[in-house]
């Protein structure tokens, strides 16, 4: 999730079901689908070159409503690039890529090396289109006060005045952003619904949809909205959103210290040289971490980048280790040693850890979205300085060396007395049979979305499918292995996966 990225970054025992809450009664009433006439009528879309160019790929900007429950009134731009088929005499239709995140800008498809083995056989027979959400990319960009987002605050508070000043920070930095209407507008089902407004205004009959992380819980949100308007969906680290966030603080603190654990079992076998660590990783870690808590570690190399803070952490170095062990994969070890070095010298600079700074650049002013999303998808029912130590004892208590640093804790803690309501809360799947089906993609240890999440999300989605792929780390599709042939194969030729593992 790119949340780990903005923040630096950014089986269950027995423990996690006394940790849990009910799950979400379903007493959520979904939105009703605006009809294809009722949307945008009467809009096309122009593509035309993109700014700066970047042939072939082209680029146009759609209006939309800020506020659907208001059509007519206030706009807003969406922006958007694509590639067409380059074999157009066999195009089979049009895939649109969800991005992770929350928050994050789809055009980096096109723009990001990481991205360069996506749909390899697929862009052949489909155009590929990245919409980037509201807010953030190509589409009009948020404008906050950036001092105040770049402030200091511990996400862990234990005292009275740490709690103050992280509750003060969440309200004066989600009221300094503007446009107010927009972020106060901001969730899951607002994107799918400027998704539906791009498919309306270019004629498309139906989508095809890959989603990452993030993305894929705007993947099911569609279908749930518009079912009928897609022809194949493929989703990979799912997003369980099917459950209260406070039911996952556990199941998440559990698998990133299974992938911390499985990364010292590594370590402690490795030499001096690809591990310096070697044979004591997990006390050197944890000595680490309580050097931080006591004084922060330095990071001259963001002094002299000035993208990042000067300092870190101890809590702010295990918020960034999620980042770390979600790129951990069995079959390239270059992370699992590039994360042995950036410990190991952390002592002399923490810079690989530090948060980064905001700005209100286009790349950066995906922060304030990412922030804007999780409190607008999530319940965060958090109010008092001791329901937040309480949970800080029990996650610790669970994962002594990660201390329960996760996506879902910054849910709980970035979001209280932020000022806009929670618009888009947690709730069971209401979506009708798909055919073909639907493809969901899990690893067997993902730190970041667990392979317990995917289970639950395709039971709630009739005839799907979940492949399962052996191994670490968050999303499978990238690693060009079983999995990627098999999806380039479904968009390409319709052939089915089947629910299994794959190999690594």
């Not at 089986?11 to 809450?21: D, E």
């Not at 689908?33 to 879309?45: G, I």
């Amino acid at each position: 999730m790119k949340v780990l990225q903005a923040l630096s970054f950014m089986a269950f025992a027995s423990c996690i079901a006394a940790l849990s809450l009910p799950i979400a009664d379903g007493n959520f009433t979904q939105p009703t689908a605006r009809s294809k006439s009722s949307v945008l009528p009467n809009v096309a879309v122009v593509w035309g070159a993109c700014n700066p160019p970047k042939p072939p790929l082209q680029c146009a900007t759609l209006q939309v409503p800020v506020d659907y429950a208001n059509p007519t009134g206030a706009m807003t731009q969406i922006g958007m690039m694509r590639s067409t088929a380059t074999n157009p005499a066999s195009r089979k239709g049009t895939i649109v890529y969800l991005p992770g995140g929350p928050g994050g800008a789809a055009s980096s498809l096109f723009t990001d090396p990481a991205f360069s083995n996506y749909f390899s056989s697929a862009k052949v027979v489909y155009d590929i289109l990245a919409i980037d959400p509201r807010g953030i990319g190509l589409s009009l960009n948020f404008a906050c006060n950036t001092a105040t987002w770049n402030a200091r605050v511990n996400y862990f508070p234990t005292t009275a005045a740490d709690f103050a000043a992280l509750t003060d920070h969440n309200l004066n930095s989600g009221m300094s952003c503007a446009p107010a209407n927009l972020m106060s507008t901001l969730n899951t089902l607002t994107i799918v619904r400027d998704i539906e407004s791009v498919r309306v205004a270019l004629g498309v009959t139906q989508f095809s949809f890959f989603g990452d992380s993030y993305g894929s819980l705007t993947g099911v949100t569609y279908l749930e909205q518009f079912p009928g308007q897609t022809q194949i969906m493929v989703l990979d680290g799912i997003t369980d959103h099917t459950q209260p966030a406070l039911n996952l603080l556990p199941i998440a603190a559990t698998a990133i210290e299974t992938a911390f654990n499985a990364w010292v079992a590594w370590c402690n076998a490795a030499t001096v040289a690809d591990c310096p660590w070697s044979g004591n990783a997990a006390a050197q870690f944890d000595a680490l971490v309580q050097q931080a808590d006591l004084a922060a570690l330095p990071a001259p190399s963001c002094v002299t980048s000035g993208l990042c803070r000067s300092t870190v952490t101890g809590h702010e170095l295990l918020l960034a280790l999620q980042f770390y062990l979600s790129g951990l994969n069995q079959t390239d070890l270059t992370p699992w040693r590039g994360l042995a070095a950036n410990l190991a010298g952390a002592h002399t600079d923490a810079g690989p850890f530090s948060i980064l700074l905001a700005d209100n650049t286009p790349a950066q002013s995906e922060f304030y979205a990412i922030t804007g999303m999780l409190c607008a998808d999530w319940t965060h029912p958090w109010t008092t300085l001791a329901q937040v130590t309480a949970q800080e004892t029990a996650l610790a208590n669970l994962a002594p060396h990660t201390r329960g640093a996760s996506i879902f804790w910054l849910i709980q803690t970035l979001c209280i007395k932020w000022p806009y309501p929670t618009s888009f809360p947690e709730h069971p799947l209401k979506v009708a049979p798909h055919s073909p089906p639907v493809v969901l993609i899990s690893s067997q240890q993902d730190p970041a979305t667990p392979l317990v999440g995917a289970q639950r999300v395709q039971q709630q989605i009739p005839g799907s499918v979940l492949m399962t792929r052996t191994g670490s780390g968050h999303g499978s599709y990238r690693n060009n292995g079983a999995v990627h042939t098999a999806v380039e194969a479904f968009f390409v030729s319709g052939t089915v996966p089947q629910t299994a593992i794959y190999p690594n």
